[in-house]
């Protein structure tokens, strides 16, 4: 079904299709070694024009873990595009070469560019503040595995909600769902854009608040998912400062938790989570990590048609 086709945001997979996914990524995580060459002989082209560690070392793992082979470049000035070469020309040339290609691009829209050019899948790992459909895989992946679903779940979202793509896939990919209800904690500098709203949330009747202190609210979240505040989004720094505070996830707060509440976070982290919340059970962002390795083995696989 999903044999030959790209992924450039996540409303391209039907929730069968993410279920689909999920499911095999389950498979792997129980029996990794039955699925260590499925891949075998097919080449991944990692082509990243801006800097990752996480998402880039996850997708040169999951297609290594599959018997597969990774070829590409980390900084756009290793590749021909400092000599001028357009995408489209880059694209053309790598899909000859490789069975499926995982590119980061700073520019909005470039993926769905790549895609035109391209004989072979391309994942978007990122287009500048557009999407990353594979954190959004990451991030359903691990709710389910340690939520044991995704319906029904009372998701917060804190932090910088304005400019976060990772904020504003999940909350897409989770109101698909039913019974969910939004916890949205920022600033009002950095509050969920009305088109969300408007575009997502109300046409749907879903359930959601808004609100400016984490503490207020922790208390009846199921999953929180942290983001940083950036100092430069506020035009007032006495308003940072006033606010800032309010966005650290402490040991403090998670007393004000429920016992079964799950942390994510897609990192990295500055701040905005002490150190002396990654002991705790329900910190769940370097769980989250590793998730997202397997979330990517099993697309890799779909999209390659191996399995």
Do not use: W
């Amino acid at each position: 079904m999903l044999k030959g086709r790209h992924l450039i945001e996540p409303e391209n997979l039907s929730i069968q299709e993410i279920d689909e996914i999920c499911s095999l990524a389950e498979q792997i995580i129980v029996d990794p070694v039955s699925f260590g060459d499925v891949c075998r002989g097919k080449i991944l082209a990692a082509l990243f024009f801006e800097p990752s560690t996480r998402t880039r070392l996850s997708f040169e793992a999951a297609m290594l873990r599959l018997g597969g082979t990774v070829e590409g470049f980390a900084d756009a000035t290793s590749s021909s595009t400092s000599k001028g070469e357009s995408l489209a020309d880059t694209i053309r040339v790598v899909s000859s070469y490789a069975d499926i290609i995982a590119m980061r691009n700073p520019k909005e829209g470039a993926a769905l560019l790549a895609s035109k050019y391209s004989s072979c899948p391309i994942i978007n790992a990122g287009d500048g503040g557009h999407f990353h459909p594979t954190q959004t895989l990451t991030d359903l992946l691990t709710i389910r595995a340690l939520r044991g679903s995704f319906e029904g779940q009372t998701i917060g979202f804190c932090g910088d909600l304005k400019f976060g793509r990772t904020v504003h896939s999940l909350t897409q990919a989770m109101s698909r769902y039913p019974k969910n209800k939004f916890v949205f904690i920022s600033p009002k500098e950095l509050k969920i854009p009305e088109y969300m709203i408007e575009n997502i949330l109300k046409p749907h009747n879903i359930e959601y608040t808004e609100a400016e202190r984490l503490e207020d609210v922790i208390g009846d979240l199921d999953i929180l998912y942290m983001t940083r505040v950036q100092k430069e989004r506020f035009f007032n720094e006495q308003d940072y400062i006033r606010l800032k505070d309010s966005y650290i996830l402490d040991a403090e707060k998670m007393n004000l938790a429920k016992k079964d509440m799950i942390v994510l976070h897609p990192l990295p982290r500055v701040n905005e989570i002490q150190p002396e919340v990654d002991d705790d059970p329900r910190a769940a962002y370097f769980k989250q990590v590793k998730y997202g390795m397997y979330a990517r083995m099993a697309l890799i696989a779909k999209l390659t048609g191996c399995l």
